[in-house]
């Protein structure tokens, strides 16, 4: 079996690369000099990512949890957070009737939570079966 790799293809891929580190880079410039890791305290990089490597949207925030502050249910997302240590994938998943839609969500989460380092990576089918497992967490929309 042959692959075929376009020109196209490696600069779309370059290109995505390049906004995720520049997205990153932003993020870690827009953090309050006192909060965060320099401060020892829980936070956590968050981005989500609809649709496929051919074509996605990227959003990116910084959590932080004192006070609350980097999406609309910050609030909501560190109760949830701190219910579960800071594990995501131990968050409890919410009863819902989720369309059979397949518009993948890729979401990502690194940082801190209670002194230890989180790394989260997940894709889920579409953003109702992602909300419905992650809570508040990735709602960046909201």
């Not at 089918?125 to 967490?137: D, F, I, L, P, Y």
Request: one cysteine or more; glycine letters at 12%.
């Amino acid at each position: 079996m042959t692959y075929t790799i376009t020109t196209a293809a490696v600069a779309r891929r370059a290109a995505h690369a390049a906004l995720t580190a520049a997205t990153a880079l932003l993020l870690a410039a827009a953090a309050p000099a006192t909060a965060g890791p320099l401060a020892g305290g829980d936070h956590l990089f968050l981005m989500v990512t609809k649709g496929d490597g051919r074509s996605s949207d990227t959003r990116g925030t910084l959590l932080l949890c004192d006070p609350p502050q980097g999406h609309g249910r910050a609030a909501e997302a560190c109760a949830q957070l701190n219910s579960v240590g800071g594990d995501i994938g131990a968050l409890e998943p919410a009863p819902a009737r989720c369309p059979m839609i397949y518009a993948p969500v890729t979401v990502q989460a690194r940082g801190a939570w209670g002194g230890r380092p989180v790394e989260y990576r997940q894709t889920f089918s579409n953003g109702c079966v992602m909300g419905a497992r992650t809570g508040a967490v990735f709602a960046l929309e909201s």
